[in-house]
């Protein structure tokens, strides 16, 4: 609960150290307080930022796709947690600095635009936004190759069958990052994917010049990128 919150609910500044001061709230950090006793996971915390202080933050890129059952490698409890917001969000301080169990970290980025594929998901009683699998992977995709492998990205999409066309050709058109639309399209065509004709490509911009994204890799003329060989070879 933040402390900006709680005074919006009728409990003013004073009473919320009337409460810690009893033991009925403890700190846990600036501006933020739990339930004496309570456990508070990441997942309930970022509730409080996304519900509370209507930051706009979401998780991301290859956790998103976790938490819906799609990565490659399903190791949610140990892997880092992609946390996304348009450039200038910034987290408070005690959401930073707490131990969560687990590492987060925080990419803002304006590659994509607002809340176009995002949804709420039930997690652990708690309801968090976080990107569908269509938007998911496109941020995966421009993460790649320095913060995500590129291999681990083309098995995710390869379980992608049912992607919504309509979708993908709204957040392909708004995306920003011709590196991500090029590598969607390229791995979106080596998986066979049946949605992937009704997008229309016609109206993508995938600019122009080479993008290398591995050292000693093979070149794939249609999309102008340079991609490791196990990637080009099937």
Not at 209 to 234: E, F, I, M, Q
Request: charged letters at 20%; glycine letters at 8%; hydrophobic letters at 40%.
């Amino acid at each position: 609960m933040l402390a900006s919150w709680l005074v919006k609910q009728g409990i003013s500044r004073d009473l919320q150290t009337r409460y810690r001061r009893s033991g009925w709230l403890e700190s846990v950090g600036p501006g933020a307080f739990q339930r004496m006793g309570d456990h508070v996971t990441w997942q309930g915390a970022l509730s409080a930022l996304q519900q509370q202080a209507l930051l706009p933050v979401h998780v991301g890129a290859l956790s998103a796709l976790s938490l819906r059952g799609f990565a490659h490698y399903l190791r949610l409890g140990g892997e880092t947690v992609y946390l996304l917001s348009p450039r200038g969000t910034k987290l408070p301080k005690w959401f930073k600095t707490q131990d969560w169990g687990t590492q987060l970290k925080h990419v803002p980025t304006s590659v994509l635009p607002g809340d176009l594929g995002l949804d709420d998901y039930q997690v652990q009683g708690y309801s968090i936004r976080i990107a569908n699998p269509e938007r998911a992977i496109l941020e995966c995709l421009h993460l790649a190759p320095k913060e995500l492998d590129l291999v681990e990205c083309a098995q995710v999409m390869e379980g992608l069958v049912n992607l919504r066309p309509k979708l993908v050709q709204q957040l392909l058109t708004e995306c920003t990052s011709i590196k991500a639309k090029r590598l969607f399209m390229f791995l979106a065509e080596r998986a066979h994917h049946p949605w992937l004709p009704l997008v229309d490509t016609s109206k993508l911009n995938l600019g122009t010049g080479d993008r290398s994204l591995a050292k000693g890799g093979v070149y794939v003329a249609k999309y102008h990128l340079v991609l490791p060989g196990s990637l080009v070879a099937r």
